[in-house]
T-cell receptor
């Protein structure tokens, strides 16, 4: 079946530094990818939608200058958390869709970010 | 704005028994999808079942079935013959208005524990 891979699975970084999370579709071309954020034992909240070759669309309240999203190819989207702070610590999950009619949504395995 | 509400933060069930998880939602759309996702301790999001609103017949997938009441905007999940591997957090999800199913609004989640 279709697989979406996220890397890294977990990362610890110091406050003030930036960290990049990759989301790859391994066996299909993902025209659209979505980034979600999840706090412990809470729901997933959509952060942004990225379409290949165009600027990401951010949800209300999400700082686009802090959460940089790039979708440079049909198989890769990246989320960069810039100048990370402890409150950015969370679980980040990407998902991808191929754009074909009735194609399912595939989720990555998630990235746990801890900012110290 | 659309909403998804899961009013049961935690549920528990004995192995082999049946349990029902509740979900209510609000949307202005007439045709839409509804989903139940499972998130086990691994944090991987797994699609459990999908319902299309224009279909009156309730969706079933092996031990999982839904009770979809469109007028009442209710979408409950029934798990029959519960297994230890069903222990997970379960989310009800509704696509954003005007979209298919990439951009999702998730409910708060229900933590289900299956006891041996």
């Amino acid at each position: 079946g279709a697989v979406v891979s996220q890397h890294p699975s977990w990362v610890i970084c110091k406050s003030g530094t930036s960290v990049k999370i990759e989301c790859r579709s391994l066996d299909f071309q993902a025209t659209t990818m979505f980034w979600y954020r999840q706090f412990p034992k809470q729901s997933l909240m959509l952060m942004a939608t990225s379409n290949e070759g165009s600027k990401a669309t951010y949800e209300q309240g999400v700082e686009k200058d802090k959460f940089l999203i790039n979708h440079a190819s049909l198989t890769l989207s990246t989320l960069t958390v810039t100048s990370a702070h402890p409150e950015d610590s969370s679980f980040y999950i990407c998902s991808a869709i191929s754009g074909l009619y009735n194609s399912p949504l595939h989720f990555g395995n998630g990235t746990r970010l801890t900012v110290t | 704005a659309q909403t998804v509400t899961q009013s049961q933060p935690e549920m528990s069930v004995q192995e082999a028994e049946t349990v029902t998880l509740s979900c209510t939602y609000d949307t202005s759309e007439n045709n839409y999808y509804l989903f139940w996702y499972k998130q086990p301790p691994s944090r991987q999001m797994i699609l459990v079942i999908r319902q299309e609103a224009y279909k009156q017949q309730n969706a079933t997938e092996n031990r999982f079935s839904v009770n979809f009441q469109k007028a009442a905007k209710s979408f409950s999940l029934k798990i029959s013959d519960s297994q230890l591997g069903d222990t997970a957090m379960y989310f009800c999800a509704l696509p954003y208005s005007g979209t298919s199913y990439g951009k999702l609004t998730f409910g708060q989640g229900t933590i289900l524990t299956v006891h041996p």
